[in-house]
C-alpha cells in the first residue's frame, strides 16, 4: 500500500530511533483498523535500513490466543537461548532475561514491535509491562500497535499502556484532499469516495481496486469477525443498525445499554451524540450486504414501526419502508418525504421520492394517481433528468383524459411540453405546448391558460421569432395580471424580456434584471435561475464573452444554490465556451467536465459542454476522442431542432473535419443548418456557419445580419476581425482571424495555437499557408513533442510523471535536480497542456491518455 500523509509519525519514530542511543524508548501507534498502522511501522523499518534491527512478534485474534504469542514469533526468527526457554516453558523472569539479551547488538539500534496488541493474551500483556519498566536500560526502541477502537474501558491493554507510558502516534484517517485526489486519479466520484471510506488508507485502498461502490470482500471481512464475536443480542443491535444509514438514533436504543455497551467495546459500533453508528459507511453496507434478505426486510420493518412512532425524519422512513417491501408505506411516506424535500430544495431526492411512489401509483384513486404523477413528473425536470418525467407525464395526462378533467389535462400537456423541451424532444415539445392552448382555449380563461402560453412564448423565442414570442408573453402577462398569478406573470416577463434583449432593444436586459429579482424575491427558484441563464446566455450566443463571463458566474453560483442541475448543466457548458474562446482552455475542460458529471441526463443540457471538449481534444490531435464528443453533441442536438444548439456542433464538427484533412466532409456539415440559421435570422449561428463553409472551400457569404467580425473574415478585413475579436473578449477568434492574414499575423497564430497546446490545429494552418504560399513561418514543436499524445516536452513529460506519483513540487524539484521555480512553471505548463487545473485531474487525465507511469502503456516521453 503507498504510504499517504504520514510523514510527521514517521518522523517521530525515527526521532524516537535517534534518542534511544541514551536510553531506551516506547512508541504506541494506535488507530482504527486499516488505517495504517503496520503500513507505518514497515516504512519506517525500510527508512532506518542498517541502522536498526528489527524484532517483529504479533497478536492473532484467535479464539484462544497464543500464550506469549509475539516472542514465539521473534524466536523463531532468532532462536538462540529465547527460543529454548520458551520449549523448556521456563518461567517469565527468564524468557524477558533472554528477549531483553536479544536487543543488545553491537553495531545496530535494536527495534522490537510487537502489533496488534488489542488481541494479546494475558501472558503477552504481562510481559510488556515488564518490558517497559527495564526498556530504558537498553538502547532500544519497542513500537506497539493497537486499534484503540476496539478497547472498550474494561480492556486489559489499557493497563499495559498506563504501565509503559510511551509516546503515543495517533493515526488518523487521510484528509478530504487526499481522498479526492487518488478518487480523481482512479476516475471515481471523491464526494462518494469519501463518504463511504471516511478517509481510511485500507478502506480507500480496497473501494478503488473494487469494480463498483460497494464493500470489497477483503474489508467486509473487517467488520463481519468483529460482529460474530459478539454475543447474540449485541449481534442482533448491530444487524439493525446495520440497515440504518448514518446511523441508529436514541429510539432505536431504548432498552438496549447492555447491546450498545457490547458493540462499542467490541469495535463494531461507535457512539454518536444521538445514537450509535459504523465508523464508516462501507462497513455499515458490507454488514447489511450480509444479512439474508429476510432478514434485512424484517429489519426495515422494525425500523419503520419504531421511527414512524417517534415522529422521524420522513426519508428514513422511506428508505426502511422500501426496505420491508411495504408498499402502502412506500406509497404514503413517500409523497409526504418528497414534499418535504422539494420544499427544502432537494430536487434529486424529491424526484427519488416520488419515482419510488410512483412505481406503487395503481393503488391509489385516478385523480390521486394522476396528481401524484404530475408531482413526479415535475421533480425529475427540477432534478435535471427530465426525461424521467416523460412517461409519468404521458400516464397522467391519459388518467385525466380518462376522467374528463380538460383543465388539469392542459396543464399537464403544458408540463409534458416543458419535459420534452429540456430533454432534448423538440418537436415533442412543441406539440405539446400547442396541444395545452389548444385544451386550455376551449375553458374560461385562466392561470393554466395564461402559463400555456408563456411555454408558447418560450418556444417562439428559441425559434429565433422574436416578435411572436413578446407577442404571446405579453398575452400570457396580462391574462395571468388578471387572475392574480404573479409566477406566471414572471415567467411571461422573461421571455419577453430575453426576446427583447435578442433583438437589441433599450432597457431589455433592465427589465430581465427586474423579472429575474421579482422571481427570486417570491422565492421561484425555477423562473429566477431561467432568468439568470437567458442573461448570460444571450451575452454568450452574440458573441459578447467579456461581458458574459460575469454573468455566467452569477448565473452559475445561483443554480448551484438552488440544486437545480439541468439549469447548472447547461451553465456549466455555457461557460466553458466561453472560456474556450476567452483562451482559458482549461478552465473550459474543467467546467465541461463538471458539466458531464452532474446527474443531469441527455438532452440538450450536454451539448455545450459536448461541443467544447470536442474541439479542445480535436485542437491538441486526439482525434478518436474529440470525434466522439462531436458524435454525441450531434446526436443530442439535432432532436432538438434549435439552432442553439445545433449551430455550435455542426460548426464544430466542420472545423474537425477541416482540422484532420476533410473539407468536403466539412462542407457537408454546414448547409443545411446555415439555410436555416439565414432564414430564421439568427446572425451569431448564421455568421460563424458561414464562416465553416467558407474556410471549408464553399465559397458562402455571410448574411447581411450575421456578426460583422465573421463577415469581415470572410471578405478578407482580417485585421478589423481580429480588433473586434480582441474587444469582445474571444482569443481563440482572434487567432482564427489572424491566422488569414499575412505572414506577421499568421505567425502570431502559430504563436498563440502553440501556447494553446493545439497541434493539430496549428499543424492545418501551416498546411493552409504553404498552400497560400506563405514562408518564413515558425515551425512546430519538437518531434517528441508533437508526438506525444498531450503535446508534452520530454521534461513536461517526466513532471507529469512524478506529480501523477502524488510528489510535491518541491519533490519534483529535488528528484529533477531542478529549481522550485523552474519546476513551478514545468507544473503550471502541463495542466494548461492538459487542459485541468488541478494536480489530481491531471492524474486522472493523464492515466485516460495512458501517459500515466500507471497506466497499461508507462509514461511517454
Not at 537461548?81 to 533472554?98: E, K, R, S
Not at 474501558?153 to 503515543?168: E, F, K, S, Y
Not at 414534499?339 to 410512483?358: I, N, V
Request: glycine share 10%; with cysteine; net charge neutral.
Amino acid at each position: 500500500m503507498e504510504l499517504w500523509e504520514r510523514a510527521a509519525p514517521l518522523g517521530v519514530l525515527d526521532d524516537l530511533l535517534r534518542v534511544s542511543a541514551t536510553g531506551g524508548r516506547v512508541a504506541l501507534v494506535a488507530g482504527e483498523a486499516g488505517v495504517g498502522k503496520s503500513a507505518l511501522v514497515t516504512e519506517f523499518a525500510r527508512r532506518a535500513g542498517a541502522r536498526a534491527r528489527f524484532h517483529w512478534g504479533w497478536c492473532d485474534p484467535l479464539v484462544t490466543p497464543r500464550a506469549l504469542g509475539p516472542v514465539h514469533d521473534i524466536a523463531r526468527r532468532s532462536g538462540g537461548p529465547l527460543a529454548d526457554h520458551l520449549v523448556n516453558g521456563a518461567p517469565p523472569d527468564q524468557i524477558l532475561a533472554a528477549l531483553l539479551d536479544q536487543l543488545d547488538h553491537p553495531r545496530t539500534r535494536p527495534v522490537l514491535v510487537v502489533e496488534d496488541a488489542h488481541w494479546a493474551d494475558e501472558a503477552t500483556l504481562d510481559l510488556l509491562v515488564l518490558l517497559g519498566r527495564r526498556i530504558n536500560q537498553r538502547p532500544a526502541l519497542l513500537v506497539v500497535t493497537y486499534r484503540d477502537d476496539e478497547i472498550g474501558a474494561d480492556h486489559p491493554l489499557h493497563r499495559v499502556l498506563a504501565a509503559l507510558r510511551g509516546t503515543r502516534i495517533a493515526l488518523t484517517p487521510l484528509s478530504p484532499d487526499r481522498v479526492a485526489h487518488e478518487a480523481t486519479r482512479a476516475g471515481r466520484d471523491a464526494a462518494s469516495v469519501l463518504a463511504l471510506t471516511g478517509g481510511n488508507p485500507l478502506l480507500l485502498t480496497e473501494l478503488l481496486d473494487a469494480k463498483d461502490d460497494r464493500a470489497p470482500a477483503g474489508v467486509r471481512g473487517l467488520i463481519l469477525d468483529r460482529i460474530r464475536a459478539l454475543p447474540d443480542r449485541a449481534r442482533e443491535l448491530a444487524h439493525l443498525v446495520a440497515v440504518m444509514p448514518t446511523r441508529a438514533d436514541k429510539a432505536l436504543l431504548a432498552g438496549r445499554d447492555d447491546q450498545v455497551d457490547a458493540c462499542v467495546a467490541g469495535g463494531v459500533l461507535v457512539a454518536t451524540a444521538d445514537g450509535v453508528a459504523y465508523r464508516h459507511e462501507l462497513l455499515r453496507t458490507a454488514v447489511e450486504d450480509a444479512l439474508e434478505p429476510r432478514r434485512r426486510a424484517a429489519l426495515h420493518a422494525t425500523a419503520l414501526a419504531t421511527l414512524a412512532a417517534v415522529d422521524a425524519d420522513p426519508g428514513r422512513l422511506v428508505h426502511h419502508a422500501r426496505g420491508a417491501g411495504d408498499p402502502d408505506a412506500v406509497l404514503h411516506w413517500g409523497r409526504v418525504a418528497a414534499a418535504a424535500a422539494a420544499r427544502q430544495r432537494a430536487r434529486r431526492e424529491a424526484a427519488e421520492h416520488y419515482r419510488a411512489a410512483a412505481a406503487h401509483a395503481d393503488r391509489l384513486p385516478r385523480r390521486e394517481r394522476a396528481e401524484l404523477l404530475e408531482r413526479y413528473g415535475v421533480a425529475a425536470y427540477l432534478a435535471g433528468v427530465a426525461a424521467d418525467g416523460l412517461a409519468p407525464l404521458r400516464a397522467a395526462i391519459g388518467i385525466r383524459q380518462e376522467v374528463g378533467d380538460p383543465v388539469p389535462t392542459g396543464s399537464a400537456w403544458r408540463w409534458l411540453s416543458r419535459v420534452a423541451w429540456w430533454s432534448g424532444d423538440g418537436t415533442l415539445a412543441r406539440t405539446a405546448g400547442d396541444r395545452a392552448v389548444e385544451i386550455l382555449g376551449t375553458q374560461p380563461p385562466g392561470r393554466e391558460l395564461a402559463m400555456a402560453y408563456s411555454n408558447q412564448a418560450g418556444l417562439r423565442m428559441f425559434d429565433y421569432a422574436f416578435a411572436e414570442s413578446i407577442e404571446l408573453g405579453e398575452r400570457a402577462r396580462t391574462l395571468a395580471e388578471e387572475f392574480g398569478d404573479p409566477e406566471t406573470a414572471v415567467h411571461a416577463a422573461i421571455s419577453v424580456g430575453t426576446s427583447a434583449m435578442q433583438l437589441g432593444r433599450p432597457g431589455a436586459r433592465a427589465a430581465l434584471e427586474a423579472a429575474q429579482a421579482a422571481a427570486a424575491a417570491a422565492g421561484y427558484a425555477d423562473q429566477a435561475t431561467r432568468a439568470l441563464l437567458n442573461i448570460a446566455g444571450v451575452l454568450a450566443e452574440r458573441a459578447e464573452f467579456t461581458e458574459s463571463t460575469p454573468a455566467l458566474d452569477r448565473a452559475v453560483a445561483y443554480a448551484r444554490e438552488q440544486d437545480l442541475a439541468g439549469y447548472l448543466q447547461c451553465l456549466l457548458g455555457t461557460r466553458a465556451t466561453v472560456r474556450f474562446q476567452a483562451g482559458d482552455w482549461a478552465g473550459a475542460v474543467a467546467d465541461a467536465e463538471e458539466s458531464l458529471r452532474l446527474p443531469a441526463q441527455g438532452g440538450i443540457g450536454r451539448v455545450p459542454a459536448l461541443v467544447v471538449l470536442g474541439r479542445v481534444h480535436g485542437a491538441r490531435g486526439e482525434r478518436a476522442v474529440a470525434r466522439a464528443h462531436l458524435d454525441e453533441a450531434d446526436r443530442h442536438a439535432g432532436p432538438s431542432r434549435e439552432l442553439q444548439w445545433v449551430g455550435p456542433a455542426k460548426s464544430a464538427r466542420a472545423e474537425h473535419f477541416r482540422w484532420y484533412g476533410d473539407p468536403q466532409r466539412a462542407a457537408r456539415e454546414v448547409p443545411h443548418a446555415l439555410d436555416r440559421a439565414t432564414r430564421e435570422h439568427a446572425p451569431p449561428h448564421s455568421g460563424e456557419l458561414a464562416f465553416r463553409l467558407w474556410q471549408a472551400g464553399g465559397g458562402a457569404h455571410a448574411p447581411v445580419d450575421a456578426l460583422a467580425p465573421y463577415r469581415w473574415m470572410i471578405d478578407g478585413d482580417w485585421r478589423a476581425a481580429a480588433d473586434e475579436w480582441q474587444r469582445r473578449g474571444g482569443h481563440f477568434l482572434r487567432l482564427e482571424a489572424l491566422a488569414l492574414g499575412d505572414r506577421a499575423a499568421a505567425t502570431e497564430a502559430l504563436r498563440g495555437l502553440d501556447a494553446l497546446g493545439a497541434t493539430q490545429a496549428a499543424t492545418a494552418l501551416r498546411a493552409d499557408l504553404r498552400r497560400r504560399g506563405i514562408g518564413g513561418v515558425p515551425r512546430g514543436p519538437r518531434r517528441t513533442t508533437a508526438t506525444h499524445p498531450a503535446g508534452l516536452t520530454r521534461r513536461q513529460a517526466e513532471v507529469l510523471s512524478l506529480l501523477a506519483d502524488g510528489l510535491s513540487n518541491a519533490d519534483i524539484a529535488t528528484r529533477l535536480r531542478l529549481a522550485p521555480k523552474t519546476v513551478d512553471h514545468h507544473v503550471s505548463a502541463v495542466l494548461a497542456r492538459l487542459g485541468v487545473t488541478s494536480r489530481g485531474q491531471a492524474a486522472a487525465r493523464a492515466h485516460k491518455l495512458g501517459i500515466s507511469p500507471h497506466s497499461s502503456n508507462g509514461p511517454a516521453t
